[in-house]
T-cell receptor, first 116, second 111 residues
Framework: DTGVSQDPRHKITKRGQNVTFRCDPI?????LYWYRQTLGQGPEFLTY????????KSRLLSDRFSAERPKGSFSTLEIQRTEQGDSAMYLC??????????????FGPGTRLLVL | DQQVKQNSPSLSVQEGRISILNCDYT??????FLWYKKYPAEGPTFLIS?????DKNEDGRFTVFLNKSAKHLSLHIVPSQPGDSAVYFC??????????FGTGTRLKVLA
């Protein structure tokens, strides 16, 4: 059973550096989502792809954040010029277009980012 | 303004008893409701969901109840087991993407 995988699991960086995270969704899933979770909060939606098209971006996703899904399979999330406020758990989820109106999103283990 | 609230940050229950976790939402347009369980340093794990056309859904020890008029969702776990100790998040959706999560309830099942 290959669920959603994320790499790296942990990242420590200095303020001002760029970081990139990777997400590999469940293989037959064509929707992919990024969320961010900070301490004491639930996950917050960042952005969403259907195949390779990025269909929605949250206002939480500042200009320093960019996400791609070039071939409709894995996705990357890059943060440029990191700030201490970017420290959080970054979660990826995927779901399948089943024809049903409602789909269930399955989450990866997350990448925990600490910006010093 | 929080659209989804879990007002109990923590809950302790004796092993074998029922655990009841609650969630309130504000928007009547939400039509899909889910519960996730999260262990430390792991991503959320899907537990159970319910559509707005139903008021109850059961899966083994887990039952989700939906009261649309009260805009209230609850998760019942019976019997509770020590392995159920985790943080539980409710999530709501009005479409097929962009879940909105509550802040979580930490459940501790005491042996």
């Amino acid at each position: 059973d290959t669920g959603v995988s994320q790499d790296p699991r942990h990242k420590i960086t200095k303020r001002g550096q760029n970081v990139t995270f990777r997400c590999d969704p469940i293989s037959e899933h064509n929707r992919l989502y990024w969320y961010r979770q900070t301490l004491g909060q639930g996950p917050e939606f960042l952005t969403y792809f259907q195949n390779e098209a990025q269909l929605e971006k949250s206002r939480l996703l500042s200009d320093r954040f960019s996400a791609e899904r070039p071939k409709g399979s894995f996705s990357t999330l890059e943060i440029q010029r990191t700030e201490q406020g970017d420290s959080a758990m970054y979660l990826c989820a995927s779901s399948s277009i089943s024809g049903a109106y409602q789909e269930t999103q399955y989450f990866g283990p997350g990448t925990r980012l600490l910006v010093l | 303004d929080q659209q989804v609230k879990q007002n109990s940050p923590s809950l302790s229950v004796q092993e074998g008893r029922i655990s009841i976790l609650n969630c309130d939402y504000t928007n009547s347009m939400f039509d899909y409701f889910l519960w996730y369980k999260k262990y430390p340093a792991e991503g959320p794990t899907f537990l159970i969901s319910i559509s707005s056309i139903k008021d109850k859904n059961e899966d083994g020890r887990f039952t989700v109840f939906l009261n649309k008029s009260a805009k209230h969702l609850s998760l019942h776990i019976v019997p509770s087991q020590p392995g159920d100790s985790a943080v539980y998040f409710c999530a709501v959706s009005s479409g097929t993407y962009k879940y909105i999560f509550g802040t979580g309830t930490r459940l501790k099942v005491l042996a």
